[in-house]
């Protein structure tokens, strides 16, 4: 029996756990898998049951990168290889990208699990992400520049986004492997496990944020990543956040009453020490 290409694994608690399932190939990604991996994200995204993603690899990798072994099977000699599943880019959340669900936006936290390689591809599905649990394996990289492979998954757009512009550059240009400790130093991670335990320090951390009002934090999310991604000025990002906070002041009001009978004072708090 074939083993699924990528593995979709809800939880009664709400975290979701989607897992690159190539180990054979260091989870390189194929056009099929980029296919099953949108689909889980839409699962993940429409299950209001699901309340936090978690995506890693299985086995020892995050993911490699597109499979370049399929596109170089590819009989086109076009410059866009027949094997990949991607269009042109027509809005959020509509043609797929070349390793799936790389043009697509959340309204709930995404967590990356990396272990091992995070590169080309893979670096782009990671950058996906909210927040990146790495172990001490861990290695970014923009691999695909030795191979003439650029970056069409967000890659150029979101890594700046996330280390600033003279830290993207440096690992665009030159594609150099950027490894735990400095990947946590730039804040490309945000948090260092011990080898082999990305996964569950992703899962503590997951567990700790469904600690936290869900409409409250998801508020949040939408307006830091619109005052990020499709603001167009300082106005219009100010507008958004104040009328998603608004919509979210029924669980405000709860959690004042909850602070004046006491809970949380002096700054405890179960979730304090995420």
Not at 67 to 83: F, I, M, N, R, V
């Amino acid at each position: 029996m074939t083993s699924p290409l990528v593995l979709y694994e809800p939880s009664p608690e709400g975290i979701t756990v989607i897992t690159i399932n190539r180990p054979h190939v260091r989870n390189a990604v194929n056009n099929a898998t980029a296919q099953d991996l949108a689909a889980a994200f839409t699962s993940f995204h429409t299950d209001a049951s699901q309340k936090v993603c978690i995506l890693t690899g299985a086995g020892n990798t995050f993911c490699a990168g597109y499979d370049l072994h399929e596109a170089a099977s590819s009989s086109s000699s076009s410059s866009a290889p027949e094997t990949l599943p991607a269009q042109p880019v027509d809005r959020l959340n509509g043609a797929l990208g070349p390793m799936g669900p790389s043009r697509m936006s959340f309204t709930k936290p995404v967590i990356a699990a990396v272990s091992g390689h995070a590169v080309a591809g893979g670096l782009e599905l990671s950058l996906l992400a909210d927040l990146r649990v790495v172990d001490r394996s861990a290695v970014f990289g923009v691999f695909c520049r030795r191979f003439g492979v650029p970056l069409i998954d967000g890659g150029t757009v979101r890594l700046q986004r996330v280390v600033g512009q003279g830290r993207a550059m440096d690992m665009i240009l030159t594609g150099r492997a950027v490894g735990a400790e400095e990947a946590m130093h730039w804040g490309l991670a945000n948090r260092l496990a011990e080898q082999g335990g990305c996964l569950e320090e992703a899962k503590r951390l997951a567990r700790g944020l469904l600690l936290f009002p869900e409409g409250c934090m998801r508020a949040d999310l939408r307006s830091a990543r619109y005052a990020d991604e499709e603001a167009a000025g300082l106005e219009d990002a100010l507008r958004f956040e104040f009328e998603g906070g608004l919509e979210v002041l029924g669980e405000s009001l709860a959690g004042a009453k909850r602070f004046e009978a006491g809970e949380g004072r002096g700054g405890r708090f179960p979730g304090s020490k995420l």
